[in-house]
């Protein structure tokens, strides 16, 4: 038909984001074998620090051992199976009990204690370990213990992302949000502002919609910036600036908002003053938990009349604006009516994360 | 054996109750192929007024468009696949936009705006629309484009209650009813009054459950009349009527109710002053959603000593009994020891309404 | 491995806790094909008395009759199929009569009335039965009509519990629990007192977890026997005895707690002064109900000055530590990390019992 000339692509069939199925594998293809963000280094500041983290259906301690090396462990016993932290977050005091018969596992996950078992090689039990990488204080764990280090999954972010110096910044407030929608409509809804001037009254007065320069899409991320309207200096309720610029920024740096999709599971937006971070995290075809935090830089959070609010409160009205529509998607997509529908030249970034989709569904056949 | 020739035949196989794998096929045999009641004429009385029904999982707005016709479509933005509308009944205020990227639509269905796609050929992207006919104020809509037109599954109905002059009536109440029970249990339970005696005390004291004559049951419905007991003219609370009867009765058509099932989902109930319709609306094979309304003569319900709640209260009173007792066959019927059981001669419609069930089937293999 | 040698085997493979098909099969093995334990004979003291057991997803009415023998009948009416008694306990007078269409039934089961079915052979449509037999006041159910009796299930348990004139004994107290566990990490966590010292502190004030002879373990029952630390004469709050011993025990019978699993559904916990019943009532693979019961003699429950909530709350403590530790272990077992583990010279018993598990399912092969 003439008119495909006019659209750059079309939308996936509904069966990326209804089939019980395609999603089992791709939690597989995405979430058990790529690089998922799991949280910050600062999160487990001292030996015995942990935090849970569920994944793909396993839970997860993230946790740092006497070395100060983080760790991450499988919440299994090797003894019964049993699962023995369940509080979300808090410190181990040197050493990781089962609650049901006591086996003692160290920081490093070494079993140092299996009561009536005396013969037993513990050498042979320790618990099943979950690889662990850092960048730039984000910290990265990886079921699949053949993958690739991180690094070639991050490509040229570490040195695109320098100036913001991350690791330097700290949590100010999270909210966790449970959204009825298949992860990847989240991804599609953070990477397109098209819908911004009809659905996000707020924010397009912030930043122009037509604005900004997309980084090409690659194998490992998507995204691009977004400049912001005269006299708009972050994006807030009103735009204003009540805080520092972070240290290094580049004149240019100052002047937008970067917006990237690092596949499979971290939204980065990083601001002149602040980045928030989005981790995904499926828990149905049509279900996803979103942690959401907002990171300011120490020196600004230790001046007595620091406000970060502005800023949360700005967020928390978008956020919930897009995962209002991504249900609608969701809803939708299901009909027997819905066929592929017709991107424009505004959503190439969404179009982009889609095709990876099927690329990387084409490379496991 | 020597019984059998005692009752007319035997209940279905549990199947048909309980499997999901027939609820499916049902769904599309009969709620997906056939004209389904989706509500009235006059609740969408001028234009741009609409409802959403949810009929097969698929939400479909019904719509009066702008030349006054009644039509219906999929709720579904032909742009990403978008639900567009949640807001159960209400006004478009001429046109029907999407909340994502603002797709808009005629209240025809056509495509008049879709943002930064300046090429596109918009008379390819319409909403999907649905069928719609309509019979004396009743809307009917229909999945398939190929169906035969209403009529033809209505057939003699029209003019066998031509003298209630539905269209004219106008709603007085509306209850929602949410009943785990297989939708033909509703049927079953609709097309006899065997069960009055001992389920329905106060019903009982104004019909007698052995009169009224049946309509010979067929492939689109059926049903039958039932007479009052001595001083009852009506069903309500205390039999009495407060209400003029409809204008164009006959004498006889004064002194019984009419019982209809029209398959696959309405249940009219024709009294001397009023109407009562139940449509049925599948959820799951063990649920079903039941809108129960209430309809009277606007003459009536114009005077200022109108009294309607008699008859409102009597047949929701009424109707919590049979969806108990439905509720109940659902538990019952899905026990291993379960076994078809003995239809009387007072079961005659349950009986046919089974076999059109098992008739239809075969028509499908 | 050399270290194989030092434990006496392994746990089960996840899929026995896990695979909803593996439940099914375990389901049909070990709760329709053995005699289930469904309560006591003084539930239903008088002709008429019953209450309602659900059983592999069946309504099962257990019921004294007229000859004061006890009966159990599935909960299904013979006509259409119906749930006729949804009230869990209570007394029918003379009769049981379905809601629906008022088919009645005598206490044995026999049809006695059918409304306008006048030539139906009655004789052809009692009420599906349910095999009873009695254990020392214990009702067990089959659902299996050819199953072999009762004795041959439970072997020398009758003479080996004698003592303690197990059908003297009343109920005191009645406590149901909705677990969130497979039935089998009941059975295992009953089994064994290697998790006292960490799980149960009040417990293991009372009890010597390392005291205890243990039977040997067959194909109906696995259990054994706890001595009493010094000073301590039951299990309770703090282990004084309130109450005289059971009238018949011998002296080494009141120093010492029985404890037996008797597959599939019935924990038997004989102190000297009391009784508890726990019967398991499996609802999914991950989910299992469990009623708990406490039993007097009832000539110390005639005094005035008679207590027993210091054992009641003692158990109910108890009960909710394994009941939690129980569901950390489906919780844990799910992992794809799992893999089975040890057990030690002290986990005999459960041990044995899953042994029993696969050694039923070689023979059903």
Redesign the interface.
């Known amino acids: 038909?003439?008119?495909q000339?006019?659209?750059i692509g079309v939308?996936l069939p509904?069966r990326y984001y209804v089939d019980p199925d395609v999603y089992k594998q791709e939690i597989d293809r995405f979430f058990c074998r790529m690089w998922v963000c799991a949280g910050r280094a600062d999160q487990v500041s001292n030996p015995g620090d942990y935090f849970l983290r569920e994944l793909a259906?396993?839970?997860i301690i993230v946790i740092r051992d006497n070395q100060r090396q983080i760790r991450a462990f499988?919440?299994?016993?090797?003894?019964?199976?049993?699962?023995?932290c369940?509080v979300e977050e808090g410190k181990f005091s040197g050493r990781i009990?089962?609650?049901?018969?006591?086996w003692t596992y160290g920081l490093d996950g070494k079993l140092i204690g299996a009561?009536?078992?005396?013969?037993?090689?513990r050498e042979?039990?320790p618990l099943?370990g979950v690889r662990t990488e850092l960048w730039d204080g984000h910290i990265f764990i990886n079921?699949q213990s053949q993958a690739a280090p991180l690094a070639a999954q991050l490509q040229d972010l570490p040195q695109k992302f320098a100036n913001w110096r991350m690791q330097d910044l700290r949590l100010y407030k999270r909210k966790v949000y449970d959204v009825k929608a298949n992860w990847k409509f989240i991804i599609?809804n953070y990477n397109e502002c098209?819908?911004c001037?009809?659905?996000h009254p707020t924010l397009n007065k912030l930043t122009d919609y037509m604005s900004g320069d997309n980084a090409d899409p690659n194998r490992g991320y998507v995204g691009g910036s977004m400049g912001f309207k005269d006299g708009v200096k972050t994006m807030s309720l009103d735009g204003k600036l009540r805080r520092d610029y972070l240290p290094c920024l580049t004149e240019k740096e100052r002047q937008e908002v970067q917006y990237y999709s690092i596949y499979p599971n971290l939204l980065l937006s990083l601001h002149p003053d602040y980045m928030m971070l989005h981790t995904l995290w499926p828990k149905a075809v049509d279900r996803t938990e979103i942690i959401c935090e907002m990171y300011f830089h120490p020196q600004e959070m230790a001046k007595p009349d620091f406000q970060g609010d502005d800023a949360v409160e700005f967020w928390d009205r978008t956020n919930k604006e897009d995962w209002s529509?991504s249900e609608?998607?969701q809803?939708?997509?299901?009909?027997?009516?819905?066929?592929p529908?017709?991107y424009?030249?505004?959503e190439r970034l969404p179009h982009a994360f889609e095709q990876m989709i099927l690329q990387r569904e084409r490379e496991d056949r």
């Open positions: 038909m003439a008119t000339a006019e659209h939308t509904a259906n396993e839970s499988y919440n299994v016993c090797r003894h019964r199976g049993t699962r023995m369940t009990q089962c609650p049901y018969h006591g009561p009536h078992m005396e013969g037993l090689a042979e039990y099943h079921l599609l098209l819908h001037p009809v659905l529509v609608l998607s809803l939708g997509i299901q009909s027997r009516s819905y066929t529908g017709p424009s030249a505004r």
